[in-house]
């Protein structure tokens, strides 16, 4: 039997069939009838502990039983996947047209052509070249320690934080939300694309998170310097500025903030979202809360699904690689060394290039714009000439980008599960049979 929380075995889910009775690619991983006693469960144990502030031996061991139960349905979830690539991609682009037109529309026309869209980003590059260049982690390396430990001790210092924003940005709304709902925080740690990352929770660092929405680039600019710069006891660790690029794959644009209590012993990380009002009006019209998870759902399976994909064609050259080592055949072994950067690589690199031209794209934009209204001609026309350069170049990016992810889609779903199943044997030591 599981611990108490657990919900079901993890034997009986995998009865279950994702595109069977009862489970379907529309229902999201949290409504599953097999992940139904177990979000219960998780529900109760948040609410006891945001309540009182600490759990009983008993109940951690419930929370440890409902991570380990979660990670059989995910774990099936994402075996399963491959068989349903059509599908999840069918889902996702129905789903995207929802949002990212109506967003990248507003981002577009109105918000990179504000007054004081460059100097926020200039000032967001500031503020995170400043900042450690390693990715934050929490020091909590568990479910329960990552709620118990660390979340319940920073969510009254954070929203004291909060409430000294409110006095210094008058114009901003600012709200602190409730803590990550623990099915979720378990959902973001295993749909995540590194497979040997899968289940681990140090990396989810907006379990505690507000947000700081404001009418104006200038507004968030103030709003930015508050937390970078006033003398309130806590340190910005990262900043995830989407205004400049790297707006979310529906189009969602904000800047992201992820702060540590100086004095805190946990050092537990929270995040502040600063949010362009126009943006959040057009989200809430959009409407379609349950859509958008679905939507997400679906956009994080297909990511896995790549991602694992090239984990499977590395691991695949690295057998081929140690049969070249033994046979003491140096060029083979060059040739394979070679293979897996480029695979390494492209992946890498395009995400990289596409993000710095976007990036490039808005700037050179508003530096036209501005060239033409100072009536400054040969500079708006050399910037210009740039700027149609550039979007040649990312258009050319992301078709090279489209072709990768086809050639990941044109692999039979069937020879990928035989390939998984056969890695771990000595008898495959190349990718052929693809």
Not at 100 to 117: D, I, M, T, W
Not at 119 to 130: G, H, I, L, P, V
Not at 166 to 180: D, E, F, Q, T
Request: glycine letters at 8%.
């Amino acid at each position: 039997h599981p611990p108490p929380g657990a919900g079901l075995p993890v034997s009986h889910t995998r009865e279950a069939s994702i595109m069977g009775a009862g489970a379907s690619l529309l229902v999201l991983p949290v409504d599953r009838d097999d992940m139904a006693s177990c979000v219960e469960s998780l529900t109760a144990l948040q609410r006891k502990l945001e309540s009182s502030g600490a759990w009983t031996a008993q109940e951690r061991t419930a929370v440890r039983g409902a991570l380990e139960h979660s990670r059989g349905v995910y774990s099936m979830l994402i075996d399963q996947a491959p068989a349903h690539r059509d599908a999840l991609k069918k889902l996702r682009a129905e789903l995207l047209t929802n949002f990212s037109r109506v967003y990248q529309s507003v981002y577009e026309n109105l918000l990179a052509k504000e007054p004081g869209f460059a100097e926020f980003n200039t000032q967001a590059d500031r503020c995170a070249s400043n900042a450690p260049r390693q990715k934050p982690r929490q020091t909590t390396q568990r479910l329960e320690q990552l709620y118990e430990t660390g979340a319940v001790g920073a969510r009254a210092p954070f929203a004291s934080l909060l409430d000294a924003a409110r006095g210094a940005l008058a114009g901003a709304s600012i709200s602190v939300a409730p803590l990550k709902k623990m099915s979720r925080a378990i959902e973001k740690s295993m749909l995540r694309a590194e497979a040997e990352r899968r289940g681990e929770v140090d990396g989810i660092v907006d379990v505690v998170r507000g947000m700081v929405t404001c009418g104006s680039m200038s507004e968030l600019g103030a709003a930015l310097t508050f937390f970078s710069e006033a003398n309130h006891g806590w340190k910005i660790v990262r900043v995830k500025n989407r205004f400049a690029g790297g707006r979310t794959s529906g189009g969602w644009a904000d800047c992201l903030l992820n702060i540590v209590r100086s004095d805190d012993p946990h050092q537990h990380v929270c995040e502040v979202q600063l949010v362009h009002e126009k943006m959040l009006l057009l989200r809430k019209q959009l409407g379609g809360h349950d859509a958008y998870h679905r939507y997400r759902t679906a956009d994080e399976l297909l990511i896995v699904l790549a991602a694992d994909l090239e984990e499977l064609l590395i691991a695949g050259l690295e057998k081929e690689l140690t049969e070249a080592k033994g046979n003491r055949d140096g060029k083979k072994c060059k040739e394979i060394k070679g293979r897996i950067e480029e695979i390494k690589a492209a992946h890498r690199g395009g995400i990289l290039k596409i993000n710095a031209l976007q990036a490039r794209i808005i700037k050179l934009t508003a530096e036209e714009e501005a060239a033409f209204d100072n009536d400054d001609f040969d500079e708006g026309d050399r910037l210009h000439a740039e700027l149609e350069a550039r979007k040649a170049e990312l258009q050319e990016q992301l078709k090279q980008a489209r072709q990768r992810q086809l050639s990941v889609e044109a692999i039979d779903p069937s020879k990928l599960a035989v390939l998984k199943m056969l890695w771990h044997s000595e008898s495959v030591t190349s990718v052929a049979v693809f």
